[in-house]
Nanobody, 114 residues
Framework: QLQLVESGGGLVQPGGSLTLSCTAS????????MAWYRQAAGKQRELLAT???????SSSDSVKDRFTIFRDNAKNTVYLQMNSLTFEDTDMYYC????????WGQGTQVTVSS
């Protein structure tokens, strides 16, 4: 079963940048969509960005000017480059892979604070 491990979260000041990584336990070349989500306590998970196996990429309207997804099938890794971070970006960030199957990572915490 595919396992996803997120990393790269941490504490960052407002206006700063972070790059999150999501590394899979096996090849992702056959996974149609790799995606990043975030979730605050008590709220639904919010889709941030997707990267398809054919090279397509998209970001949600709420973050498209600041967040960019990159997919590296050779490294079994998908990245989320986040710029101009604000307090409102403080959340747990999750990676998802589907189909085939539907897999989630355990998440990595991003805290934006001065």
């Amino acid at each position: 079963q595919l396992q996803l491990v997120e990393s790269g979260g941490g504490l960052v000041q407002p206006g700063g940048s972070l790059t999150l990584s999501c590394t899979a336990s096996e090849s992702i070349s056959g996974i149609f969509v790799m995606a990043w989500y975030r979730q605050a306590a008590g709220k639904q998970r919010e889709l941030l960005a997707t990267a398809t196996k054919d090279g397509g990429r998209s970001s949600s309207d709420s973050v498209k000017d600041r967040f960019t997804i990159f997919r590296d099938n050779a490294k079994n890794t998908v990245y989320l480059q986040m710029n101009s971070l604000t307090f409102e970006d403080t959340d747990m960030y999750y990676c998802r892979a589907k189909p085939p199957g539907d897999y989630w990572g355990q998440g990595t915490q991003v805290t934006v604070s001065s």
